[in-house]
């Protein structure tokens, strides 16, 4: 009979103290903490709490009958990429992040985002069962991966950076490592900080208009979780940063720019699908614009230069204003809901 070899090189899941973040082994010492930073934001988070079932869709079926044709379109191409979008980033967040950040502390607030991940897609579930009664349109939504070219092309580019770590089981060498920081970076800058930043514009322009309120109000607690999954994101980076420095060369930046690049005209064909010819107060080309701008902002907290230059076209999409999101943050959503203390800027998300 033989006996497994339990050597640390054969075990990949060898427990000890690491000495950086993204050291192979599995970290179980939360006193004294390393990274006390990341208990914080999990603590935040905690404070964020909200149900699918304080948002009122109501109102949002009447609106939804007052749409040209040219808006019902794009309502039913956002609605299918909700459906799946927030399922893929929870699968990478628990494949390949809870994996390989080396931290108990950090662990605690990726177990809390996947939570919130699991909000999302109960929100858009019920979103599509309230704006898609026929059950073959919801059948439809839920393919679209499969069957819409500018919601696939957007899947392909999520599995494509899945698929580059899919086979780490450790970070031992520098060559795994940028593999995972691209990962993170794809998923916090790209993902999560475009194309679904894209997609609160168009949510954004229809309130703008007194529409879709239903819509606007879960997105604003959405957009709120979304913003600190990046800021978590960004930080584990800077973290990798001070800890492994020599990681973050020229050839890092070359991929990042690329990657964001690549993500810009994935966005932009989604939008050339929604938008077609055109539609009051939203186009393709005001669309590329902000997307440029918000990737310069992503390239920019990442400790890079920007490359676009633009700035953001959209009045609606300044939402420091916005009373439902300040109401929010004033009130206690449920019995278990604490109230988020100070206050909330969104200058630097856009």
Known sequence: MTTPDTTPAANAHTVGTAKNLLDPGFELTLRPMRYPDFYERYRDAIKNTWTVEEVDLHS????????????????????????TGDSIVANNLVLTLY????????????????????????????????????????ADAFAAVENIP????????????????????????????????LNLICFAACIEGLFFYGAFAYVYWFRSRGLL????????????????????????????RKEEPELFDDRLQEQVVAMLKE???????????????????????????????????????????????????FSFMELQGVQELTNFFERRVSAYQVAVEGTVSFDDDF
């Open 60 to 83: 949002d079926v009447a609106d939804l009958a007052k749409l040209s044709p040219g808006e019902q379109h794009l309502i039913g191409r956002l609605v299918a990429f909700f459906a």
């Open 99 to 138: 994996k390989h950040i080396n931290s108990p502390e950090a662990r605690l607030y990726l177990s809390r985002q996947l939570f919130e991940e699991a909000v999302h897609v109960q929100f858009y579930l019920t979103l599509l069962d309230t704006y898609l009664p026929d059950p073959a349109d919801r």
């Open 150 to 181: 500018s919601i696939r092309e957007k899947a392909e580019f999520c599995f494509r950076w899945m698929d580059s770590v899919d086979k780490l089981d450790q970070l031992e060498s520098q060559a795994d490592r940028r593999k995972f920081l």
């Open 213 to 240: 309120h239903g819509l606007a109000t879960g997105t604003n607690w959405v957009f709120r979780d979304e913003t600190m999954h990046m800021s978590f994101a960004f930080d584990v980076v800077d973290t990798v």
């Open 263 to 313: 993500a810009v005209e994935a966005e932009l064909q989604f939008a050339r699908d929604l938008c077609g010819e055109g539609l009051p107060g939203m186009n393709t080309e005001s669309m590329r614009e902000y997307l440029e701008c918000v990737a310069d902002q992503r390239l920019t907290r990442l400790g890079f230069a920007p490359v676009y230059g633009s700035q953001n076209p």
